[in-house]
């Protein structure tokens, strides 16, 4: 099994919709991280989480909410989708400078 | 601010002809960089990294980075590239209190036969 799992790996919905993305991992690392990826800007952070407890807003997290339900899982949601959230959506995770990636949500907001 | 910067967008070389993907710094103290590959469609897939000691570290695929303090750059090489290697390369930093890295914008490379 994969150590960071991303649910699902693709999804169209409409503008106004609310939607969740969903992050697994089986490394049981405390530090858990949503990112974005846009063409030509890189992966950009969202949230970052260093436990169930500590939750933090990135660089970019308007728009976007967060749950981290257990040490193990990490949701993103957004409440009411626009288009211009449409990009390929990353989880990760890490632990003493080693830092995994999911393999990405594909998301389009029509 | 921390960051990294990648000054190519877009990169062609020959099959076989040596590659070299700039990545410049911003950090105060002593940095912690990465470089990452994407494959299209794919997520992402460790290079190498450097935290400190030798500043030239070798990755896995063939590829190697050096790391220069004079001129803020961590710039990845391979001496001979192979179609497989097309894909979309990133470089990272440690954003030291998130504890979470920030990327370049990255440099795609073309491989032409």
């Known amino acids: 099994d994969a150590d960071v799992t991303q649910t699902p790996r693709n999804r169209i919905t409409k503008t106004g919709k609310r939607i969740m993305l969903e992050c697994s991992q089986t490394k049981g690392h405390d530090r858990m991280y949503w990112y974005r990826q846009d063409p030509g800007l890189g992966l950009r952070l969202i949230y970052y989480?260093?436990?169930?407890?500590?939750?933090n807003k990135g660089e970019i997290s308007d728009g976007y909410s967060v749950s981290r339900q257990a040490q193990a899982k990490f949701s993103l949601s957004l409440e009411s989708a626009i288009p211009n959230q449409t990009a390929l959506y990353f989880c990760?995770?890490?632990?003493?400078?080693?830092?995994?990636f999911g393999p990405g949500t594909r998301l389009t907001v029509l | 601010a921390q960051s990294v910067t990648q000054p190519d967008i877009h990169i062609t070389v020959s099959e076989g002809a040596s590659l070299e993907l700039r990545c410049n710094y911003s950090?105060?103290?002593?940095?912690?960089l990465f470089w990452y590959v994407q494959s299209p469609g794919q997520g992402l897939q460790l290079l190498l990294k450097y935290f400190s000691g030798d500043t030239l570290v070798q990755g896995i695929k063939g590829f190697e980075a050096e790391f220069k303090r004079s001129q803020s750059s961590f710039n990845l090489r391979k001496p001979s590239v192979h179609w497989s290697d097309a894909a979309e390369y990133f470089c990272?930093?440690?954003?030291?209190?998130?504890?979470?890295?920030?990327f370049g914008s990255g440099t795609r490379l073309q491989v032409q036969p």
């Open positions: 950090y105060g103290a002593t940095p912690y």
């Open positions: 990760a995770t890490s632990e003493a400078g080693r830092y995994l």
């Open positions: 989480s260093f436990d169930v407890k500590d939750i």
């Open positions: 990272a930093g440690l954003d030291t209190g998130r504890r979470a890295l920030t």
